[in-house]
């Protein structure tokens, strides 16, 4: 009988006295209710929260100990550093993935998506700090040979090229994703050092120019991606929560 009705399908007075069930569920409230996006990430927050934070304080420390060493000899590796507060969030951006666990997240009613965009945000928040604290650091260090202005420039197109790369990794749920992150932030803290060796001029005050230019570009990137992130998240309820 079972063969049978696998290959019939559900009978359409079942399927009827079943739907019929779920509204009366539904209308009772034993259903649960819908998530805002701030208590989910209030949520989110409290389980994942610790461990970004904690990787990008991390990831702050080294970069003010590389800093601190090689401000006198090579200040214009720092561009170069700033990847490292990108690559610091990947671990656990991907880690249900990682862990085989995306089914049990799933099973918060949450999507894939839905949890990568909270995490975004806790992300870009520690991220903020991490970057206006080294922006501060920077500023008292002695014989500054850029302006303010520049040496936001150096440091924000290096950050927002890489989180451009690695979301964009992320979003398409690519099987590799993890290592093309870490590729990606490679890839651009290479190029920003290898500028710094071979390529001093781009770091002048005539260069600015080109920078604003790979700002717009960088941040039209980042920008994309989170718009197509928000985009395909939709259509499917945050975690449920009781009633």
């Given at each position: 009988p079972w063969k049978k009705a696998l290959r019939t399908?559900?009978?359409?007075?079942?399927l009827a006295q079943t739907q019929k069930l779920?509204?009366?569920?539904?209308?009772?409230?034993?259903?649960?209710?819908r998530m805002g996006f701030g208590e989910f990430l209030r949520e989110t927050a409290r389980y994942a929260g610790p461990r970004l934070w904690g990787t990008q304080a991390l990831a702050l420390l080294a970069v003010c100990i590389m800093l601190f060493s090689l401000w006198e000899q090579f200040p214009?590796?720092?561009?170069?550093?700033?990847?490292?507060?990108?690559?610091?969030?990947?671990?656990?951006?991907?880690?249900?993935?990682?862990?085989?666990?995306?089914?049990?997240?799933a099973a918060t009613r949450a999507s894939t998506l839905q949890l990568i965009l909270a995490k975004l945000v806790l992300a870009g928040t520690a991220n903020l700090m991490c970057l206006t604290l080294t922006l501060l650091c920077v500023l008292q260090m002695p014989d500054l040979p850029w302006r303010v202005a520049q040496l936001a420039l150096y440091m924000t197109v290096p950050f927002l090229g890489s989180a451009a790369l690695a979301l964009c990794s992320i979003r398409t749920g690519h099987r590799r994703a993890q290592t093309a992150c870490v590729a990606a932030c490679a890839g651009?803290?290479?190029?920003?050092?290898?500028?710094?060796?071979w390529l001093p001029q781009v770091y002048e005050l005539s260069a600015t120019g080109l920078w604003v230019l790979a700002l717009l570009a960088s941040g039209a990137g980042l920008g994309k991606e989170v718009y197509r992130l928000a985009a395909e998240r939709k259509g499917s309820a945050f975690g449920g929560a009781e009633t």
């Open positions: 399908g559900p009978a359409s007075q079942r779920c509204r009366a569920l539904a209308e009772q409230g034993g259903a649960g209710r214009s590796y720092l561009p170069g550093m700033m990847p490292l507060f990108v690559l610091a969030c990947v671990p656990e951006m991907l880690r249900g993935r990682t862990w085989g666990m995306e089914e049990m997240e651009v803290s290479l190029l920003c050092l290898s500028c710094a060796l």
